[in-house]
Structure formats: C-alpha cells, structure tokens
C-alpha cells in the first residue's frame, strides 16, 4: 500500500457512508489523511469515552494468553489493551499504511503490524484465539465477508468481537444523539482532526449503520454462536461478541 499525504489544493473524496458502492481504495486514502491526529480527535469527539470502550472490547475476547488479531487496528489502541489484558501475541491489522506507522513507531511491545485487508486476511484457517475489530466493520465494503473471514482465521471455540457505534436505546437521548452527529460532530472535526471532511463520513455512516439484530444475524450466518450484545454510553457503542462454532 502507498502512503497517502494530504493536499491543502483538493477537497478529498470520501467513501459511500453505506455498504453499497463504498471503495476500499478511499477509505484507505480517508484514514491515512486523519492518522495524525487520529488518537486526538477520537478522545474530543467521543467526550473521553474511548479509553473504556477499548478496555470492554479487550475484555469481551478472554485475551489472557491468547493469540489475538485485532482488525482494523488503527494506530493500535485496542491492540495495546489486549497486550496489558494478558495476550500472548497480538498483530494488528490495517488497511492504512498511515495508521499502522503512527501505532509502530510509538515502540509499544509485544504488537506485530500488518497491512493488510479485512477481506483476505493473509493468515492460515485456525491461526488465532480471539478476533476483534473496533469501529471497523462498517467502514469494509462487505461487512458480512469479513465476518466470515473472522471465522476463518479462528479456530473452533474461538471468539469475534466487534464494537460498532448504533442507535441510543433510549428514544429523547437517541433524538440529542443524531443531533450531535449531523450537526457539533463535524463541527468539532474542524479543530480537533487532521481531516475534517472525514468526520462528516464519521457521522453519516453511523446513520446508516444497520440495527444491533441485523449484526448479529451477519454473525450467526458468518459461522458464531452464542451471539451477545452489550450497549455502552447509553447505547451509542454495541459491542457483538460470538463464539466460532467447532
């Protein structure tokens, strides 16, 4: 993958905020433009939420001497929480050059970086204990083949955790919610990020993320069992875990 450097003279293109017709190839420019700022904006925007919504997502794998791959690793925020929750070996994945350079060169231990594609992992079947993905799956072009990608790498009994935002379960803070996201959330961007018009696809793919039922119906199908949700923040964040069926 090329690394992608931002241009003051081009109003960047961003990806569709739905599955159909999103191209991996933009979303891979969209998150190398925000990789430097990304930690940052992250903490602003989700009003330090973050930093617990890492800690559950690690927690949901049972990663205590595990081998974890965590997709979609970004700079690696999950993926240093697996490592400080007991993991044996985590890789982080990415399809963002950008992303996986701000993570590496900050030394953490114990992470193995990869560039590579939720769609073809570049991993044998049966390679890993636990998968998670943090925010990620909704930005892949075909979430319910990177599903079952996931099962693949996974060996029996294995656990998928996937922490996605999704609609407020209560009715008047769902109405602030939405709020938020169409109107402070990009305003916010504009100060905080190193892309803006990337928070506006931030927003509005969260909007057309599908329901907590419909993900964990892509679970069931994808080869999981035991399929369970548990809303954080009042709903804003779902986190999915299942159990790889043998």
């Given at each position: 993958m090329r690394r992608t450097e931002d241009s003051p003279h081009t109003e960047p293109r961003l990806p569709a905020a739905g599955r159909d017709g999103k191209d991996a190839a933009l979303v891979q420019e969209m998150f190398d433009r925000v990789a430097p700022r990304y930690d940052l904006a992250n903490t602003v925007l989700s009003l330090g939420q973050d930093a617990h919504w890492r800690r559950v997502t690690a927690a949901a794998a049972r990663p205590d001497g595990a081998r974890v791959l965590d997709v979609?690793?970004?700079?690696?925020?999950?993926?240093?929480?697996?490592?400080?929750?007991?993991?044996?070996?985590?890789?982080?994945?990415?399809?963002?050059?950008?992303?996986?350079?701000?993570?590496?060169?900050?030394g953490h231990v114990g992470i193995t970086w990869v560039n590579g594609d939720a769609l073809a992992l570049p991993f044998p079947d049966a390679s890993f204990d636990a998968v998670t993905i943090s925010f990620g799956l909704r930005n892949v072009p075909d979430p319910e083949a990177a599903l079952a990608e996931f099962a693949r790498v996974l060996r029996p009994g294995g656990r998928a955790v996937v922490c996605e935002f999704a609609d407020p379960t209560w009715p008047p803070f769902r109405q602030v919610y939405r709020r938020y996201l169409?109107?402070?959330?990009?305003?916010?961007?504009?100060?905080?990020?190193?892309?803006?018009?990337?928070?506006q696809y931030l927003a509005d793919s969260i909007l057309a993320w599908p329901d907590r039922r419909t993900l964990a119906g892509w679970m069931s199908a994808a080869g999981f069992d035991q399929v369970r949700v548990r809303d954080l923040s009042g709903g804003i964040v779902a986190v999915h875990r299942g159990v790889r069926r043998g």
């Open positions: 979609a690793a970004g700079p690696g925020n999950v993926a240093v929480e697996l490592v400080a929750q007991g993991a044996a070996q985590v890789t982080a994945l990415d399809l963002s050059y950008n992303m996986l350079h701000e993570g590496a060169r900050q169409v109107g402070a959330l990009p305003r916010i961007a504009r100060l905080v990020s190193s892309s803006a018009p990337a928070y």
